[in-house]
Nanobody
Framework: QVQLVESGGGLVQAGASLRLSCAASGRTFSRYAMGWFRQAPGKEREFSAT????????YYADSVKGRFTISRDNAKNRVYLQMNSLKPEDTAVYYCAARGLGVGSTRRYEYDYWGQGTQVTVSS
């Protein structure tokens, strides 16, 4: 069982940066691949970034590639999403998710645990 709590969201202007954090409970955090997804109003939840259990492998959606960076600290049971050059279209609720297999995935149904989300709003 893994419990996830996101933080770090807020209201920023276009071009600004934010760093999201996801705190995980449980001693087996390092076995899980982690992902960040987002959901804008009226839209389906979509993949943003994923990282393998060791942090050696990462993958990004085209919409965030080059602007967002996912990382993790297994000693602290945390995963991060550094978001730079934010755009109004990045406005969404951002969710972190844990996958029991150590390899990341872009498919939301392959994740076993989800946080409650943190709101990111980017004004133009």
């Amino acid at each position: 069982q893994v419990q996830l709590v996101e933080s770090g969201g807020g209201l920023v202007q276009a071009g600004a940066s934010l760093r999201l954090s996801c705190a995980a409970s449980g001693r087996t955090f390092s076995r899980y691949a982690m992902g960040w997804f987002r959901q804008a109003p009226g839209k389906e939840r979509e993949f943003s970034a994923t990282i393998s259990w060791s942090g050696a492998s990462t993958y990004y959606a085209d919409s965030v590639k080059g602007r967002f960076t996912i990382s993790r600290d297994n000693a602290k049971n945390r995963v991060y999403l550094q978001m730079n050059s934010l755009k109004p279209e990045d406005t969404a609720v951002y969710y972190c998710a844990a996958r029991g297999l150590g390899v990341g995935s872009t498919r939301r149904y392959e994740y076993d645990y989800w946080g409650q989300g943190t709101q990111v709003t980017v004004s133009s």
